[in-house]
């Protein structure tokens, strides 16, 4: 095996100290941090650009601070069955509307728009976001099964946000329309 090739690379102050802690961190050389790095970079790299880096910023935002959780799509749909078993009176739907204002209020100055709103929503993984147009959305839904929910969810927190909302659910999708 051929010695490795030896390269020099300028860091400023503040770079050398992170990749000073983050090899304290997990416990390797700077050397093996950084051939680490260039690997998992390469790995990764179509991951780390564009869109689905958008998504994985999501992601993380959602779940790192321990406000919500992953649930697989079967037990997703075993509560959407009890939940469509509720009456309208149900003290959950008047829990939904107190947690749609909650959120609203969460979202002020951090979450601009009906649409930013929607594409929060979207990456809980509740449905794929489909823009028709400036005041136009299509949620097209996971599960047929969780219509009910999405929408007074979905309704609620855009009327708390301040934005009028005419939704619609048939066959897996909630069309809306803001006025």
Known sequence: MPPPTRITIA???????????LSREMDVSVS?????????????QNILEGEIEIKIKAYLDLLLNSEHQIIDIERWI?????????????????????IAKDQAEEFK?????????????ENCN???LQKNSE??????????????????????????????ADLKTHRGKIRIRLY
């Open 135 to 164: 005041n136009e959305f299509t949620l097209v839904l996971n599960s047929e099964m969780s219509g009910r929910f999405v929408e007074f969810t979905v309704s609620h927190l855009l009327n708390t946000m301040g934005y009028k």
């Open 78 to 98: 075993l509560f959407m069955k009890i939940v469509e078993s509720l009456p309208s009176d149900h003290e959950f739907w008047s829990a939904c509307i107190r």
């Open 109 to 121: 100055g951090k979450i601009i728009g009906p649409q930013a709103a929607l594409e929060r929503f």
């Open 126 to 128: 509740w449905f794929r």
């Open 11 to 21: 860091f400023t102050n503040e770079e050398a100290a992170l990749l000073k802690k």
């Open 32 to 44: 093996e941090l950084i051939r680490r790095t260039t690997e998992f970079y390469f790995k990764y």
